[in-house]
């Protein structure tokens, strides 16, 4: 069955360190999408990708980075630039109209919880 | 003004009420509305999908009224596996499959 994997599920950063978040897909989505999350506070955009090789900022994007090298990959590195890292990351993916779900339904991985020591 | 906004909540309600949630939205051009349902400490998921003319699922019924720029989320007979967090959710002007999300009302059903 297909779907969305994330890793980890938890992750522990000292103040300085770059991470990255995996996010992969086998649900053959062109468009994949990373959002932060804060307690309480709805979604918001870092980065998407409409296609491979191809990304844009979203809403947050400062210290955050992206790549697109495979269709179904698309890792986000949180550098030490990102002053407030703390948050829940989710990633998500979009088919074509017409495929699985309704026309611009977005499904989500199970999301990583990334705390700053 | 937030482009998407909820009240926040929580709403507490007794096994079997009815309940209701509005959320409005700031830009006249969005085409697609959505709720998503969010349990804690997990992702969202998609509940539904609001059409101009209103749409049922079972004990769900979404509706939208473009000319006050609002979406309401109707809920009959409350279980308590509704307890969750909905998410009120339209797409962005300008682009196309881009979606803003509000920050979502929290509904605790008790027995």
């Known amino acids: 069955d297909g779907g969305i994997t994330q890793s980890p599920k938890y992750l522990f950063r000292k103040e300085g360190q770059n991470v990255t978040l995996s996010c992969e897909q086998n649900?053959?989505?062109?468009?994949m999408y990373w959002y932060r999350q804060d307690p309480g506070q709805g979604l918001r955009l870092i980065y998407y990708?409409?296609?491979?090789?191809?990304?844009q900022k979203g809403d947050i994007a400062e210290g955050y980075s992206v790549s697109r090298e495979k269709k179904e990959s698309f890792p986000l590195t949180v550098t030490s630039a990102q002053k407030n890292p703390t948050a829940f990351y989710l990633c998500?993916?979009?088919?074509?109209?017409?495929?699985?779900?309704?026309?611009?339904?977005?499904?989500f991985g199970p999301g990583t919880r990334l705390t700053v020591l | 003004r937030k482009e998407v906004e909820q009240d926040p909540g929580p709403f507490n309600v007794p096994e079997g009420a009815t309940v209701a949630f509005n959320c409005t939205y700031s830009?006249?051009?969005?085409?697609?509305f959505f709720w998503y349902r969010q349990d804690c400490r997990k992702e969202p998921k998609l509940l539904m999908s609001?059409?101009?003319s209103g749409n049922e699922d079972g004990r769900f019924t979404a509706q939208l009224n473009r000319a006050s720029q609002y979406i309401s989320l109707l809920i009959r007979d409350s279980k308590l596996s509704d307890s969750a967090t909905y998410l009120c959710v339209v797409n962005r002007h300008n682009a196309g499959n881009m979606l803003t999300f509000g920050g979502g009302t929290r509904l605790m059903v008790k027995p």
């Open positions: 998500a993916s979009r088919g074509l109209a017409g495929g699985r779900g309704a026309y611009n339904e977005q499904f």
């Open positions: 609001v059409y101009s």
């Open positions: 830009n006249s051009a969005s085409q697609s």
């Open positions: 649900l053959n989505h062109d468009a």
């Open positions: 990708s409409q296609i491979v090789n191809d990304f």
